[in-house]
């Protein structure tokens, strides 16, 4: 079946431009989250979905980054005013069932790399 | 200090050796992953466990709950299993789904 896909792969901006990411999570799943994983480094939580409710925001840098989901399906991460440190790659996962536990296991997305210029 | 450590950060070997690589944790977790990522940034999970041992063809996980520490071990090891190796754990949380917490990933080059 299909697995988690993300859109655009690359996606180059000018400093000070609106970029905005896609996540398709595997269907069904009700758990989605997104990292930030820059150059050389381990990835780093940004935020958390159950369904359409973003459960957890606390890993998201600024308030330039916003994130959705509301239709409890797909999702969006939004950075406004990108700024060169925001480049990155990033990456969504979805997982089958909420909470945390042994069981949840996280499929991940290729990832968008974002270089802002 | 990071909440999960892992060692080395690179490690290059011959073809045909043992792997080992090592992770430390220092939070109460659920769960802890082993994740693989090759250039180009996709990630795959290779084992989730909350206990014990696992094994998956040449790979075996094991984790020690007690002494906080895992290690992913390569058996017979070959140049297609160049990768970055990721240690990553589930932090024990009262309910939600936290995200995952990584450490920094060690960058394996099998050499033939």
């Known amino acids: 079946g299909a697995g988690v896909s993300q859109s655009p792969r690359y996606k180059v901006a000018k400093r000070g431009q609106d970029v905005a990411l896609r996540c398709d999570p595997i269907?069904?799943?009700?758990?989605l989250f997104w990292y930030q994983q820059a150059l050389g480094q381990g990835p780093e939580f940004l935020t958390y979905f159950q369904n359409e409710a973003q459960l957890d925001k606390s890993g998201l840098p600024s308030d330039r980054f916003f994130a959705e989901r509301p239709e409890g399906s797909v999702s969006t991460l939004k950075i406004q005013r990108t700024q060169q440190e925001d480049s990155a790659v990033y990456l969504c996962a979805s997982s089958p069932y909420g909470g945390a536990g042994p069981y949840n296991e996280q499929f991940f997305g290729p990832g968008t790399r974002l270089t802002v210029l | 200090k990071n909440e999960v450590e892992q060692s080395p950060q690179n490690l290059t070997a011959q073809e045909g050796e043992f792997i080992t690589i090592n992770c430390s944790y220092s939070?109460?977790?659920?769960?802890l992953h082993w994740l693989q990522q090759h250039p180009g940034g996709g990630i795959v999970s290779l084992f989730m466990l909350s206990s014990g041992k696992k094994k998956h063809g040449r790979l075996i996980a094991t984790i020690n709950i007690q002494e906080k520490h895992s290690s992913l071990h390569i058996t017979a090891s070959h140049p297609r299993d160049s990768a970055v190796y990721i240690c990553a754990v589930t932090r024990y949380s009262g309910g939600g789904a936290d995200g995952l917490t990584f450490g920094k990933g060690t960058h394996l080059i099998i050499q033939p």
């Open positions: 939070v109460g977790i659920s769960a």
């Open positions: 269907s069904g799943h009700v758990s």
